[in-house]
């Protein structure tokens, strides 16, 4: 059974970085897409980016000038940075694997999700 | 961008009803919509994905139909453990989803 857990501080303070990791079990990073999440308390899922196990990325444009993804494939793996940060980042982080089929994608396997908190 | 819809975004249901849940999407999107299923303080669950084929594990009482710009969600026969808010999701350019159904007990 694949499993993902995020891990990273609850609290970050305005306007300075939020930092996650996303380490992987039972499944291998390789050829594989890999995604961050966040959902506000009470709204709904909004998809941040995606990290290919070869290090390519796209982001979400709405917050493209703020976020960096990376992969370690040695410690199985992949991260989330978002730079400047302000109240309305606060929210459940969740990564997840992402799946091809056909020419879409979908999401099989989730962490738990984290939840961060944007408070000085 | 292509944007979905989903309705309704509230239902009340009784343990053993049948229950519908739409999502329109504002452009032909083929069949390439998934569906999740979201309990309180829990992550997404996959149910659907290619409209219709249902996720390994999932309960044979999930079914998802449509194609294009409509699909439905339809649960035959609720189970307490259903009550739970539903999202529909479509991959173009980048994974997007719906507002969301809150299915709650009547």
């Known amino acids: 059974q694949v499993h993902l857990q995020e891990s990273g501080p609850g609290l970050v303070k305005p306007w300075e970085t939020l930092s996650l990791t996303c380490t992987v079990s039972?499944?291998?990073?390789?050829?594989?897409?890999w995604s961050w999440f966040r959902q506000p308390a009470g709204k709904g899922l909004e998809w941040l980016g995606r990290?290919?196990?070869?290090?390519?990325?796209n982001y979400n444009a709405s917050i493209k000038s703020r976020v960096v993804m990376s992969v370690d494939k040695s410690k199985n793996q992949f991260s989330l940075e978002l730079r400047s940060v302000i109240a309305a980042d606060t929210a459940v982080y969740y990564c997840?694997?992402?799946?091809?089929?056909?020419?879409?994608?979908?999401?099989?396997?989730w962490g738990q999700g984290i939840l961060v908190i944007v408070s000085s | 961008d292509i944007h979905l819809t989903q309705s309704p975004s509230f239902l009340s249901a009784s343990v053993g009803d049948r229950v519908t849940i739409t999502c329109r999407a504002s452009?032909?999107?083929?069949?390439?919509l998934a569906w999740y299923q979201q309990r309180p303080g829990k992550a997404p669950k996959l149910l659907i994905y290619?409209?219709?084929t249902l996720q390994n594990g999932v309960p044979s009482r999930f079914s998802g139909s449509g194609s294009e710009t409509e699909f439905t969600l339809t649960i035959g026969g609720l189970q307490p453990e259903d009550f739970a808010t539903y999202y529909c999701?479509?991959?173009?350019?980048?994974?997007?989803f719906g507002g969301g159904t809150k299915v709650e007990i009547k």
């Open positions: 997840a694997r992402g799946v091809f089929w056909s020419a879409g994608v979908h999401f099989d396997n």
């Open positions: 039972n499944a291998s990073m390789r050829s594989q897409y």
């Open positions: 990290i290919y196990s070869t290090g390519n990325t």
């Open positions: 452009q032909d999107i083929s069949k390439y």
């Open positions: 290619g409209a219709s």
């Open positions: 999701q479509q991959f173009n350019s980048y994974p997007l």
